[in-house]
Every structure is written in structure tokens, then in C-alpha cells.
């Protein structure tokens, strides 16, 4: 079975510029997360999806970041404009909800560098 | 809110030298609690959960057991490797459904 499948697993874009991440979440899952990865401040949560809905935003940074997920199979994390200080590890991850104890999968990662 | 704290690194260890890293975790209720590896360059992977109170999660010689009491989940192998070398991270889920991770520690192994 197909794990999460995270899309592009390295961009290196320059400052201004629209990114767009890419995530495919585990057939049947229902829950989906968008994390970010810094040496600075760890792993942060940006957002979550429960059954396609957003659920918690509160860690998105600010208005330049948005995410969507259409349909059960697809979400997106865009930044727009980009800024160097954007530069980090983007991970996307599901789970089946309904149990505390279900296991959050994560993708490999998309790297993001903003020159 | 959910929070989890486990002890600062870099550890370095001897290879068959005995492994602890600490974790304590704030949450309300019976949260499930997580053990994740991330290795060089990679995402991270599940190392082994437990889901209440008294459980041993175990997986790969790696153990941890849910303390309700001291409301920790230390991990522990008896004997690292070199491939051992990673970042662990302990984490949980409550009653939000999201994971709250801790900072991560590295782990250096040597011959």
C-alpha cells in the first residue's frame, strides 16, 4: 500500500515567487495534517483536515500560506509570496480518525529553499 | 493545552552502550502516546505507541512504557548501533486528534 506522497520532494524558488506543495494522503484516511520542520522551532503544526474540512489553522503563519483539500485524496499548502525565512522541510500526514491511538503516517518531506 | 517534553541532545553513545531518552508529557484525559524516528535526510517513521495506561510499546529492541502515574514515556534499548543514529521525537495525540511533538533528540552512536 502507498504511503503519503508528497510532491516536489526538493524547490529551490526564488523570493516572490508562488509555491505550491502537493500531498496525497493514504487511501481511506481521513484525517490530514500539514507540518513544518526548522531547526529554529521543531516541528510545527500549520494546519488540519478532518473529512476534508479544516479544522485547526491556527499555526499557519500569516496570510501568505494557505492550504485546500478538495477531495479526499488531494490536498494543497501554497505560499504567496515566498520569503527566505519560508525555508524549511514541509511535511504532509493522515490518519484514519476516530481513535486517539491511530498512527499519523507522514510523507518523505517537500524542501523548500527560497533564495 | 497538549505538551510534550523530552530531554535535550545530543546524546552520544559507545555502540552497545544502554539508551534512555526522557520524555514527560502534559495533556487532559488518555492521550496515545508516540515514539517517531527520523532518520538523515528522511520523513519520519513510527518507531512504536502505546494507547493507555501500563502498555509497553516495543519495536526493533527500542521499548517504552506508558506511565500514567509520572505521566512519562521514556525510550530505552538495551544495546544502540551505529544505525541507530537519528533524531527520536516523542509525541502524543488528545483529545484534539493532532500530534504534539516534543524538540527532538539527536543520537549519535560510535563505534
Known amino acids: 500500500d502507498a504511503g503519503v506522497i508528497q510532491s516536489p520532494r526538493h524547490e529551490v524558488t526564488e523570493m516572490g515567487q508562488e509555491v505550491t506543495l502537493r500531498c496525497k494522503p493514504i487511501s481511506g484516511h481521513n484525517s490530514l495534517f500539514w507540518y513544518r520542520q526548522t531547526m529554529m522551532r521543531g516541528l510545527e503544526l500549520l494546519i488540519y483536515f478532518n473529512n476534508n474540512v479544516p479544522i485547526d489553522d491556527s499555526g499557519m503563519p500569516e496570510d501568505r500560506f494557505s492550504a485546500k483539500m478538495p477531495n479526499a485524496s488531494f490536498s494543497t499548502l501554497k505560499i504567496q509570496p515566498s520569503e527566505p525565512r519560508d525555508s524549511a522541510v514541509y511535511f504532509c500526514?493522515?490518519?484514519?480518525?476516530?481513535?486517539?491511538?491511530?498512527?499519523?503516517?507522514f510523507g518523505e518531506g517537500s524542501w523548500l529553499t527560497v533564495v | 493545552g497538549d505538551s510534550v517534553t523530552q530531554m535535550e541532545g545530543p546524546v552520544t553513545l559507545s555502540e552497545e552502550a544502554f539508551l534512555t531518552i526522557n520524555c514527560t508529557y502534559t495533556?487532559?484525559?488518555?492521550?496515545?502516546l508516540f515514539w517517531y524516528v527520523q532518520y538523515p535526510g528522511e520523513g519520519l517513521q513510527l518507531l512504536l505507541k502505546a494507547t493507555k495506561a501500563d502498555d509497553k510499546g516495543s519495536n526493533k529492541g527500542f521499548e517504552a512504557t506508558y506511565r500514567k502515574e509520572t505521566t512519562s514515556f521514556h525510550l530505552e534499548k538495551g544495546s544502540v548501533q551505529v544505525s541507530d543514529s537519528a533524531v527520536y521525537f516523542c509525541a502524543l495525540t488528545g483529545t484534539a486528534s493532532k500530534l504534539t511533538f516534543g524538540t527532538g533528540t539527536r543520537l549519535q552512536v560510535t563505534l
Open positions: 495533556a487532559t484525559g488518555y492521550p496515545s
Open positions: 500526514a493522515s490518519r484514519q480518525q476516530g481513535f486517539t491511538g491511530n498512527t499519523i503516517y
